[in-house]
């Protein structure tokens, strides 16, 4: 008998109507940016991680396995800056970053960036 616990992802989700620039520490690999490529861009004397990202697209920024309700360590970052035409998040610790949060469907949880 084989088992398998369930895993899901924590993702951030642009859901605006242009490109929106995603500052970040420490590293995500490829997969977790979904094929993006980053950079990195010195900031507030911070070496942080660029990426840009499309409407409609997401990153992965955690994974929480073998239960359905995500905690802060769960989250792969330290910081998450997101920059909008006129507005800016910032969000320093695990703790701020699964604070912003959304359960969207039972195993999804995300933090969906958009403008009213």
Same mark, same amino acid.
């Given at each position: 008998?084989?088992?398998?616990?369930?895993?899901?992802?924590? #993702?951030?989700?642009?859901?605006?109507t242009g490109n929106i620039d995603i500052l970040y520490?420490?590293?995500l690999d490829l997969q977790e940016l979904e094929g993006?490529?980053?950079?990195?861009?010195?900031?507030?004397?911070?070496?942080?991680?660029?990426?840009?990202?499309?409407?409609? #697209?997401?990153?992965?920024?955690?994974?929480?396995?073998?239960?359905?309700?995500?905690?802060?360590?769960?989250?792969?970052?330290?910081?998450?800056?997101?920059?909008l035409e006129h507005d800016t998040l910032r969000l320093?610790?695990?703790?701020?970053?699964?604070?912003?949060?959304? #359960?969207?469907? #039972?195993?999804?949880?995300?933090?969906?960036?958009?403008?009213?």
């Amino acid at each position: 008998m084989v088992g398998c616990d369930p895993v899901h992802d924590l #993702k951030l989700e642009n859901k605006t109507t242009g490109n929106i620039d995603i500052l970040y520490s420490p590293t995500l690999d490829l997969q977790e940016l979904e094929g993006r490529q980053s950079s990195e861009v010195k900031f507030d004397g911070l070496a942080l991680n660029l990426v840009t990202l499309e409407p409609t #697209k997401t990153i992965r920024i955690g994974q929480v396995s073998a239960r359905y309700n995500p905690k802060p360590s769960d989250i792969y970052l330290d910081y998450l800056e997101v920059r909008l035409e006129h507005d800016t998040l910032r969000l320093v610790g695990q703790n701020a970053i699964f604070s912003t949060l959304q #359960k969207v469907d #039972k195993l999804d949880w995300r933090i969906i960036i958009r403008t009213e």
